[in-house]
């Protein structure tokens, strides 16, 4: 799998809100944990909420910064996000983990 592809195609449907293009990129039992807002999403129906609250309600917009790969099914993104939230910008990392293709867990963070 080329890592940049996908990575794009995930983010292209995040901007665009498409949440089932969004969740297609997730495993069905997947775990997105994120300390920023002190809490974790278990399964598509906790990472639409999440998607649907902090992407959507907020009109986030994520731009790539920096992939790194950093094993044979793990990744670290550096992103920038911008949206109508306090300080309408904030750097942000994802450390996903992958599993046939998809994230099995993620761990998001604001820097």
């Known amino acids: ?3 940049n592809l996908w990575v794009n195609d995930w983010l292209t449907a995040a901007n665009s809100y498409d949440i089932d293009g969004y969740l ?3 495993q069905e ?3 997105l944990d994120d300390p920023s807002v002190g809490q974790a999403f278990e ?3 906790g990472i639409r909420e999440y998607f649907e ?5 907020y009109k986030t917009q994520t ?3 920096k992939l790194l790969e950093t094993g044979e099914d793990t990744v670290h993104l550096e992103v920038a996000f911008t949206g109508e939230f306090p300080g309408k910008k904030v750097k ?4 996903l983990t992958f599993e046939e293709d998809k994230i099995a ?4 963070d604001l820097i």
């Open 1 to 3: 799998m080329d890592r």
């Open 24 to 26: 297609k990129h997730w």
């Open 29 to 31: 039992d997947a775990v």
């Open 43 to 45: 399964g598509h129906a």
């Open 53 to 57: 609250n902090y992407f959507i309600g």
């Open 63 to 65: 731009r790539l910064v």
């Open 92 to 95: 942000g990392t994802f450390d």
């Open 105 to 108: 867990r993620a761990k998001a």
